[in-house]
């Protein structure tokens, strides 16, 4: 009964073999070693020993550990420890402790992340079928899906999922949803048919996926691929080996870390080198030089990164955007390139009628009432009535959905997108399909089959006479009709317009009917003849109507957004110039079939082009991310299926799906869009970008205290005075300037212009080439109003701590000011309402208060070593320390004109 078994991984790998696809279902089973019997139960067993369980393998997640333990690798983290170190050696066990919980709290958020990563990849075993009908030495078995064997006959029928990739031996009215691995929304009729070998995934229509469910009918397949090796597995592979991908803020962020870590030890080295040479203590200065690095360091960053990427989650939640890993929130902001899936996110995911065509005349049905519900109901047409309306019953009665109008529960539809879209067509012009039925009552039905390409009912009319009405492709109905309704009309302008219709994206049903003769006798084999041609009626799933702006906003907002879709080109192209995504007559589309006629290189050079891509599988839209990001984009992809799985991992943000997508879409993705929604991520964009930007004001603020005290110690130390301030102050100035007006910062609401400006280049730093600048010329100012009051104070009073304290409470009145300055990078800081941001003004006043408080009180007197000041001294320096505000104010007038593509930055 059996042949030989062969190891069928080989034979796919030689080169020049022909694929599953492209042989018959004779030579599929001989290549197989199996027959229509199935195999006997003992080979069955042997090729499970040699090909494995059919199951995805499941690699072992890292042990927590290593997942915590990888958190530390990082450049600001190295200098953080440090700080801890040091900050216990001064016995500031405070600052020590508030260090540490910055340390354990951004690790904590990293390894649950980490840690949720490899969940996509369990979410892809879920789908794989636990039981399974086989045919094994003649009988039917049902046996656990994870012994299924290559050469195992399976039997499907409706409604169960597919638990191997077969190919079809035989089919009966067999279609089935591969959505989650092609993306197309409407099932796909399966043949047992050898086919070309040149065909993409979603164009092979003899194999069944595993994973994809059985919408209708039977069929009988063969095992060709299991476990690892079958379609979902190679997925799986590739989401496993994807990795995760550096944010373009942490790719900054590293950076960042690495400059300013040298740059405060090189100042380090070179204040205790300064106080040796000037005749201070090595322990003295040591002290000085740990204090100093611990004031420099910018310690909060850490924290406040993390809460504006906690804000942005949460202002991103009320806009319908899940962020599911904290710095996918900073890289919307930066995305140069959306790829963007169609159906369900750029269209409504429903099919609908869009033209009706009939008697030489197109009727648009655009400008219907969406809602049937709103549409006065019009009699059952009789079969005298015109041919615009019988179009329209015809389509109602050759159907096997149903069409539910319930005034609470609104529109419930259940059976074929596209039959269903012809009932709903119909209820929108006023014809109720449940009416119309009842009229005409069913005698006999010929339901839709691939190889007869039509579906006919046979109905009673009111009259009791006999109708059949037909439906199917153009082409098919067209020859089986006499009579064409219209004036003059030939089947070669039936087949114009169809073709016209296609060409628009439609997907083109035609329609016809008959009044049978008395007596006729109902054969299913026998097919209608002497038709009259009734009608066109041309589909497509509609955009979303807030779309074309959002793409709109993105184009201006310097995004390009591109579509790539499992649909055919046709449609992509009507929907890709509906929307706004290309404009002109001549729009290139790239297909599947295309791509893999590009190397690597080529692929590059398309991309900054093309920006519609069909009919591509899984291996197609990861090339393409690829290629974008070869040549420098920051890639957004968006998906909802199984097949999405790999791009959304290797993209720079995954978009999922919430409501269509599934399990492992939204696992392996970065962010999920809760309404299906691309305007969602239009407005996640703008917060992506507001949250970059409040990063970038607070970086600049606390590198602003940094750098003043970096030039003030060791100025000090070279003009012989005596130490400005004490380990312990300069701690303190760290403490009570950053310690709230930093985290205020983070919840400053968007700029106005915050959508006018371009992407942001990956290679931009996160404080800009203006803002060092900035940051120099502030901490310039500020060390040089400090020591200009320290040096009078130190001339009018014999009392060193008066003098310390008074340049301590300069830098902290500083600060005060200089936290207005970092409000905005380009407006002045009188045209930023001072309310705007509450929390901002409550931490400037707070901090203030906390400063006057330590003056005042004695436990902190004594720490601190300072004393209270008089309102003359406080006059001076609030005039000296609102220098800051006019210096930065003039740097924003001269510098203003810099633009965002300007190098300067």
């Known amino acids: 009964m059996d042949a030989p078994p062969t190891d069928t991984d080989a034979r796919q790998a030689e080169p020049g073999a022909p694929p599953w696809h492209a042989l018959d279902a004779d030579e599929v089973l001989t290549e197989l070693g199996t027959g229509p019997h199935g195999l006997a139960r003992e080979e069955a067993r042997r090729r499970l020993d040699l090909h494995g369980p059919n199951r995805l393998e499941e690699v072992p ?77 003649g009988r039917e078995w049902d046996v656990d899906s994870a012994d299924l064997v290559p050469g195992d006959i399976v039997l499907l029928e409706s409604g169960l999922r597919v638990p191997a990739d077969l190919r079809l031996l035989s089919t009966t009215a067999f279609l089935v949803d591969e959505s989650l691995l092609t993306g197309e929304s409407v099932a796909v009729t399966k043949t047992d048919d050898p086919l070309e070998e040149a065909l993409v995934l979603a164009d092979r229509a003899n194999l069944a996926f595993t994973g994809t469910v059985v919408a209708s009918g039977r069929a009988r397949g063969v095992v060709v691929a299991t476990g690892d090796d079958t379609e979902l597995g190679a997925i799986a592979e590739h989401v496993r080996a994807a990795g995760e991908i550096a944010s373009p803020l942490q790719d900054r962020m590293a950076r960042f870390a690495t400059v300013i870590g040298v740059a405060i030890g090189v100042a380090c080295v070179l204040t205790f080198v300064t106080g040796l040479l000037v005749g201070e203590g090595v322990e003295d200065m040591f002290l000085v030089a740990v204090a100093l690095a611990v004031a420099a360091i910018p310690e909060g960053l850490p924290v406040v990164l993390t809460i504006a990427l906690a804000l942005g989650v949460r202002r991103m939640a009320h806009r319908n955007a899940i962020v599911r890993r904290l710095p996918a929130v900073e890289t919307l902001g930066s995305t140069t390139l959306v790829g963007s899936d169609k159906t369900g996110t750029l269209t409504e995911n429903r099919m609908t009628v869009q033209e009706l065509w009939s008697g030489g005349r197109t009727r648009s049905l655009t400008g219907e009432p969406a809602d049937p519900r709103d549409v006065p109901t019009l009699e059952v047409p009789g079969l005298d009535a015109g041919s615009t309306e019988l179009t329209l019953l015809a389509g109602v009665l050759a159907n096997e959905a149903d069409l539910l109008l319930a005034e609470e529960d609104g529109i419930e539809v259940q059976g074929d997108p596209t039959e269903t879209a012809l009932l709903v067509a119909a209820a929108r012009v006023g014809y109720d399909p449940e009416s119309c039925r009842e009229a005409y009552e069913v005698v006999a039905e010929i339901p839709f089959e691939s190889e007869r390409r039509y579906s006919a009912s046979i109905r009673e009319a009111p009259t009791g006479e006999h109708v059949v009405f037909v439906k199917g492709a153009p082409e098919r109905v067209l020859a089986m009709c006499e009579i064409i309704e219209g004036p003059d009309l030939t089947p070669e302008d039936v087949l114009e317009q169809a073709h016209a219709m296609a060409g628009r994206g439609l997907r083109v049903l035609a329609m016809a009917h008959r009044l049978l003769p008395h007596g006729h006798r109902h054969d299913h084999d026998h097919e209608p003849e002497g038709l009259v041609f009734l009608g066109l009626q041309g589909m497509l799933d509609p955009p979303r109507a807030e779309v074309r702006e959002a793409i709109v906003g993105c184009q201006q907002a310097g995004l390009r957004v591109v579509m790539i879709t499992g649909d055919h080109a046709s449609t992509a192209r009507a929907i890709a110039s ?262 901002l003004f409550a931490a400037q006043a707070g901090a203030l208060a906390v400063h006057l408080g330590a003056l005042h009180w004695r436990p902190t007197q004594y720490v601190l070593r300072v004393e209270p000041i008089g309102l003359a001294a406080w006059a001076r320096i609030v005039l000296v320390a609102s220098s800051v505000l006019v210096v930065v104010e003039l740097h924003k007038l001269l510098r203003g004109r810099v633009g965002p593509g300007d190098p300067g930055r």
């Open 61 to 137: 997640p890292p042990p927590w550990w290593a997942t915590l333990l990888n958190q530390f690798r990082s450049p600001l983290i190295y200098i953080l420890l440090g700080a801890v170190v040091f900050t216990v050696a001064l016995d500031e066990h405070i600052d020590a402790a508030v260090i540490g919980a910055v340390l354990a709290l951004n690790a904590a958020i990293g390894m649950v992340q980490e840690r949720r990563a490899e969940a996509s990849v369990r979410a892809l075993m879920q789908l794989v079928s636990p039981h399974a009908r086989v045919v094994r030495e």
């Open 578 to 839: 509906e929307l706004g995504i290309v404009t002109g007559d001549d729009v290139t589309v790239l297909t599947g079939v295309d791509l893999d006629d590009l190397d690597d290189e080529e692929l590059r050079e398309r991309v900054r082009e093309v920006a519609v891509y069909a009919r591509v599988s899984p291996d197609h839209k990861l090339r393409v991310v690829r290629a974008a990001q070869a040549r420098g984009d920051v890639v957004a992809v968006t998906g909802d299926g199984v097949n999405d799985a790999p791009a959304l991992k290797h993209a720079d943000i995954g978009i999922a799906m919430g409501r269509s997508g599934t399990d492992v879409a939204r696992e392996a993705a970065d962010m999920v869009l809760a309404d299906d929604n691309f305007v969602s991520i239009y407005a996640a964009v703008e917060e992506g970008r507001v949250t970059f930007e409040n990063v970038r004001k607070v970086s600049f603020f606390l590198l602003s205290a940094g750098a003043a005290t970096i030039l003030l110690i060791p100025t000090v130390m070279l003009l012989g005075w005596p130490l400005i301030l004490l380990p312990a102050q300069l701690l303190w100035f760290n403490l009570v300037t950053n310690g709230l007006q930093d985290v205020a910062l983070a919840f400053e609401p968007a700029e106005k212009d915050v959508l006018d400006r371009p992407p942001r280049p990956r290679a931009e730093p996160v404080i800009s080439r203006l803002l060092w600048e900035r940051t120099a010329l502030a901490g310039v100012v500020m060390a040089v109003g400090a020591l200009l009051l320290y040096d009078w104070e130190r001339g009018r009073t014999e009392s060193i701590e008066q003098a310390r304290t008074v340049a301590l409470t300069t830098l902290v009145v500083f600060m005060a000011f200089h936290v207005g300055n970092a409000r905005s990078e380009r407006r002045s800081v009188f045209r930023v309402n001072p309310l705007g941001n509450r929390f």
